[in-house]
């Protein structure tokens, strides 16, 4: 079974950096895409940046755009995301996710916190 495990969330003043980590363990066959939602309290999970295996197509939400960089190392199953020029409202719970055949695998999230 798949496993997903995010890192590197933490606090940082706006205007600072965080880059997070997906590892993925378990059975690990290909996934036809990974990517980053993040939910903040009292609102919905909304998708923040994918990437589809086959092609290496991205997608970044409007608020992250030139900002977050989704990117994957296959050879060590992860998943990243940098995210620079941090704002007050990119304060969230990310988590990442991907599509296997046997269906979507979610990681338990990594808090970040953007202060002003």
């Known amino acids: 079974q798949v496993q997903l495990q995010e890192s590197g969330g933490g606090s940082v003043q706006a205007g600072g950096s965080l880059r997070l980590s997906c590892a993925a363990s378990g059975y690990t066959g290909s996934s036809s895409y990974m990517g980053w939602f993040r939910q903040a309290p009292g609102k919905e999970r909304e998708g923040v940046a994918h990437?589809?295996?086959?092609?290496?197509?991205?997608y970044y939400a409007n608020s992250v755009k030139g900002r977050f960089t989704v990117s994957r190392d296959n050879a060590k199953n992860t998943l990243y995301l940098q995210m620079n020029s941090l704002k007050p409202e990119d304060t969230s719970m990310y988590y990442c996710?991907?599509?296997?055949?046997?269906?979507?695998?979610w990681g338990q999230g990594t808090q970040v916190t953007v202060s002003s």
């Open positions: 990437i589809w295996t086959s092609t290496g197509s991205t």
């Open positions: 996710a991907a599509n296997y055949a046997s269906g979507k695998v």
